[in-house]
């Protein structure tokens, strides 16, 4: 099987790294001529939970040079997503499948629309920090669920999973509710990274004091209202113990909305806390705090110039 990993951020990057070292035959496809100048010639520098070494998977930024493939990763940004599509209608073989683990909702949505029938739904909590160009962080093994939207379980969804399986980076799992596990890794992201980035802390610190905690669940509340009003089926019973349980699992990790903002890089809150607030407008539905938080990250983006440097120690 031939894979491509589209997009050479923290994740995809760690992907490819992975899944080249598992002996597939898999390209690094990334717009940025810079990153890819690098990594051609200096190779993917990786540390973290699965060891320091120097990784060289095959990396392109023009589409025509990875050639066609059976199995596209989309691991861009959400707001890129879009941007996207030329890459992936060039890229993939006739009977090729894209597989978005994307952080947000409206991904497969966007992505179907272009390539229909030929797009599955995934997640992964795997865990990946950028250091710097070309030097990336594996920060966590983690489940990954993939599935087609619609429900039922096909044999090309079967076969993916054995690929990705290869990876040894944590658990694969088939599932037959790939939309929930969407929405079940959103409520997450939602009540983890815009308050924990506004706090500049690590997971581990959001919910060390009880203003934290309250703030976790009034968005799990919001949350928890438009997934019951949509009928989704959530992964997990209690979505604020969850969200804990993930403070705790991930308590050392920054996660990647705060590392978007120390870097001045654009956010992706439109598509995680502004997704859930729009969502319950259409419902009819209020998330005063989700539009809040949405507010406060988009207004800490466009004051990145202006920031007051940090205090002398």
Not at 139 to 162: K, M, N, Q, S
Not at 287 to 307: G, H, M, S
């Amino acid at each position: 099987m031939k894979i491509a990993v589209v997009g050479a951020g923290a994740l995809g990057s760690v992907l490819a790294a992975l899944l080249h070292e598992a002996g597939l035959d898999v390209v690094l496809v990334e717009r940025d001529p810079d990153k890819v100048r690098h990594v051609a010639r200096n190779g993917l520098r990786l540390e973290g939970v699965s060891g320091d070494r120097l990784v060289r998977p095959r990396i392109v930024s023009v589409p025509s040079e990875a050639g066609k493939v059976d199995l596209a990763i989309v691991a861009v940004k959400s707001y890129d997503t879009a941007a996207a599509i030329p890459t992936l209608e060039e890229i993939l073989s006739p009977g090729g499948v894209a597989l978005t683990l994307q952080n947000g909702i409206g991904n497969y949505e966007v992505l179907n629309d272009a390539l229909p029938g030929r797009v599955l739904l995934g997640t992964t909590i795997m865990g990946a920090m950028t250091l710097g160009l070309g030097n990336i962080r594996h920060t966590g093994f983690g489940d990954t669920h993939l599935g087609e939207a619609d429900g039922p379980i096909l044999e090309r969804t079967r076969v993916l999973a054995a690929v990705l399986e290869k990876m040894k980076s944590g658990p694969v799992h088939v599932v037959d509710n790939a939309i929930g596990c969407v929405w079940s890794k959103l409520i997450v992201n939602a009540a983890v990274n815009a308050p924990a980035s506004l706090l500049r802390v690590r997971n581990g610190d959001l919910p060390s004091t009880g203003e934290g905690r309250a703030l976790i669940g009034a968005v799990v509340r919001e949350c928890s209202g438009v997934t019951e009003a949509k009928g989704v089926r959530l992964i997990f019973d209690d979505p604020e113990d969850r969200v804990l349980a993930v403070c705790q699992g991930t308590a050392n990790n920054v996660n990647s909305m705060l590392q978007d903002i120390l870097a001045g890089r654009r956010t992706e809150i439109d598509f995680i806390n502004g997704s859930i607030a729009r969502e319950a407008e259409q419902l009819g539905l209020s998330a005063p705090v989700n539009r809040t938080l949405t507010q406060l990250i988009k207004a800490l983006e466009a004051t990145t110039e202006r920031r007051v440097p940090d205090a002398p120690h």
